[in-house]
């Protein structure tokens, strides 16, 4: 499948994934995070739900303290 | 553009900024010498000595509730601009109220999980109002690495997205400063956006 992540063409050997199968593959431990797929928010709790589709936007941020 | 006619348009315009610390003092601040035209600034906390190396409060106002020492250091800067103050820890009941009349909302705090739930409350709430963040801004130098990220059309996240505070990496003046006023100059560039599209038309 490919989609775009952060608005880069990212390809997966799969045909779908949920948020938590992606961020295994890709490796991203930070644990605070927002991420949306095609502009809506997915929260932390949906992580294990939310199915990520070929031709998918996923656009993810960190959320680091200090202000 | 003249300076005059950039002030006449953000005049009509309400900005939200959630926290009162070291970005939302200094984005406030930045916001009114732009001349803004009201501002709706919200935060819990008292004027702390260990503050004044990065926010824009002042050691004589050690004590005082951020919200007022901000009123008044706004009110001297620029008596024109509207301020609405609500001394008020924010949570996802009353962001809702408090800021809906806002035009856009500068995201200012401290703790990532109050980024989350303010992040979260934003998009649920207006998925279509603007969003300026600020994420990484701990320590000093490296400051090419501060930038400014757009997400989809009305999210906006402005720092290094890497840093975290800690005791061996603090939030010092330099780099908060410039991160706040990123996220001011993020805030005035979408609002002259209608202006640019008003003078075409």
Redesign the interface.
Same mark, same amino acid.
């Given at each position: 499948m490919k989609i775009r992540l952060n608005n880069r063409p990212e390809q997966f050997d799969r045909d779908e994934m949920t948020v938590t199968e992606m961020l295994d593959i890709k490796r991203f431990s930070y644990k605070m995070r927002i991420v949306r797929i095609n502009g809506k928010l997915i929260k932390r709790d949906d992580y294990d739900k939310a199915v990520i589709r070929n031709g998918d936007d996923v656009q993810m941020w960190y959320l680091m303290s200090g202000g | 553009m003249k300076f005059n006619e950039i002030k006449n348009h953000l005049a009509r315009y309400t900005v939200g900024i959630a926290?009162a610390?070291? !970005?939302?003092s200094n984005c406030a601040v930045a916001l009114a010498r732009s001349g803004i035209g009201r501002l709706v600034i919200a935060d819990y906390d008292i004027v702390e000595s260990s503050n004044l190396n990065r926010q824009y409060y002042f050691a004589d106002q050690t004590g005082m509730k951020k919200t007022e020492a901000l009123k008044d250091n706004l009110n001297r800067i620029n008596p024109g601009l509207r301020i609405e103050v609500h001394d008020i820890k924010l949570s996802a009941y009353n962001i809702p109220i408090i800021y809906r009349d806002c035009d856009i909302i500068v995201e $200012?705090?401290?703790?990532?999980?109050m980024?989350?739930m303010l $992040?979260?409350t934003v998009?649920?709430t207006w *998925?279509q109002r603007p969003l300026v963040?600020?994420?990484? !801004? $701990?320590g000093y130098g490296k400051t090419n690495e501060l930038r400014e990220?757009v997400?989809?059309n009305t999210l906006i996240?402005c720092?290094?997205?890497? +840093?975290? +505070?800690s005791d061996e990496l603090p *939030?010092m003046a330099p780099r908060?400063g410039i991160v706040a006023n990123m996220q001011a100059n993020a805030v005035v560039e979408i609002l002259m956006k209608s202006k640019n599209h008003e003078d075409k038309t």
């Open positions: - | 926290g610390g070291g !970005l939302g $200012a705090f401290d703790s990532c999980q980024k989350e $992040a979260e998009m649920c *998925p963040m600020g994420s990484g !801004l $701990a990220r997400i989809g996240i720092g290094d997205e890497k +840093t975290e +505070t *939030p908060v």
